[in-house]
């Protein structure tokens, strides 16, 4: 997980600079916090609390970023397939005269791949696995079909392409439902949050309150418990909405 972390941020790190990294933050953040909770336990749990928060997040962005991909590639992939009856090069090349219509995200691999056909001498399956290999695992249907009619294009063979425009259809619907069960999670999140933010708020506004709070080993004990709740239920949050499936059957 961390390995692919790194590589989709393309940070130059190896697996034992991260862990390096990581572990520096972790005791600079224990002896940060432990000037405010005066508890070294504390200190240890707050500290391992928001740095797996952190991670959290960044694993959480990353995702993001690959569904934008994926939802391109089904783009460019419902493009294609209507065109590619008159082979497959021919209708990239169609599509990629309006820069409108590919994704600025992936419109360079498709270029890419013109390019190796038609300057760099790659056959075309060579240039496809190419492609294939920069877009993943969402292209190896359409990465394998258009090999195939390339290869052994006969009359009708076409109509091969269309499965994945139904494919992409039936995903874009999983997807949906799966958005919607995201955003009543987060909110229902941003709404415990909000509620344990209101109290510090007005624990602040009390001299007595605030006194307590700061000034005594349970009161900053329960400064402590809340943040960790918070980081804790936010990667609870985010792993959750990472392991959902959805099947097309499903309501």
């Given at each position: 997980?961390?390995?692919?972390?790194?590589?989709?941020?393309?940070?130059?790190?190896?697996?034992?600079?991260?862990?390096?990294?990581?572990?520096?933050?972790?005791?600079?953040?224990?002896i940060f916090?432990?000037?405010?909770?005066?508890?070294?336990?504390?200190?240890?749990?707050?500290?391992?609390?928001?740095?797996?928060?952190?991670?959290?997040?960044?694993?959480?962005?990353?995702?993001?970023?690959?569904?934008?991909?994926?939802?391109?590639?089904?783009?460019?992939?419902?493009?294609?397939?209507?065109?590619?009856?008159?082979?497959?090069?021919?209708?990239?090349?169609?599509?990629?005269?309006?820069?409108?219509?590919?994704?600025?995200?992936?419109?360079?691999?498709?270029?890419?791949?013109?390019?190796?056909?038609?300057?760099?001498?790659?056959?075309?399956?060579?240039?496809?696995?190419?492609?294939?290999?920069?877009?993943?695992?969402?292209?190896?249907?359409?990465?394998?079909?258009?090999?195939?009619?390339?290869?052994?294009?006969?009359?009708?063979?076409?109509?091969?392409?269309?499965?994945?425009?139904?494919?992409?259809?039936?995903?874009?619907?999983?997807?949906?439902?799966?958005?919607?069960?995201?955003?009543?999670?987060?909110?229902?999140?941003?709404?415990?949050?909000?509620?344990?933010?209101?109290?510090?708020?007005?624990?602040?506004?009390?001299?007595?309150?605030?006194?307590?709070?700061?000034?005594?080993?349970?009161?900053r004990t329960?400064?402590?418990?809340?943040?960790?709740?918070?980081?804790?239920?936010?990667?609870?949050?985010?792993?959750?909405?990472?392991?959902?499936?959805?099947?097309?059957?499903?309501?």
């Open positions: 997980m961390v390995e692919n972390l790194i590589e989709d941020y393309h940070q130059p790190l190896t697996l034992e600079g991260f862990n390096t990294v990581l572990s520096f933050l972790i005791v600079v953040a224990v916090i432990f000037l405010f909770v005066k508890n070294v336990v504390l200190s240890i749990l707050v500290s391992i609390s928001l740095t797996v928060a952190g991670f959290t997040y960044f694993i959480t962005q990353a995702r993001h970023g690959e569904s934008a991909k994926i939802d391109a590639i089904m783009d460019a992939e419902d493009l294609l397939c209507p065109l590619a009856r008159e082979g497959v090069l021919v209708a990239i090349k169609k599509v990629l005269e309006s820069k409108e219509q590919i994704s600025p995200m992936i419109r360079p691999y498709f270029m890419q791949f013109v390019d190796n056909c038609e300057n760099h001498g790659y056959s075309f399956k060579r240039a496809m696995e190419v492609l294939n290999r920069q877009l993943g695992s969402k292209f190896d249907s359409f990465a394998e079909k258009a090999v195939v009619f390339e290869y052994n294009e006969r009359k009708g063979m076409a109509d091969i392409f269309l499965d994945i425009v139904d494919e992409n259809a039936a995903l874009r619907e999983i997807n949906a439902r799966k958005n919607r069960i995201f955003r009543e999670m987060n909110r229902e999140f941003i709404i415990k949050t909000a509620l344990i933010f209101i109290f510090v708020m007005y624990s602040l506004t009390n001299p007595d309150l605030r006194k307590f709070m700061l000034l005594t080993d349970l009161g329960i400064n402590a418990m809340m943040i960790i709740t918070v980081c804790l239920s936010f990667a609870r949050c985010q792993m959750l909405q990472r392991d959902i499936t959805i099947k097309k059957g499903d309501k």
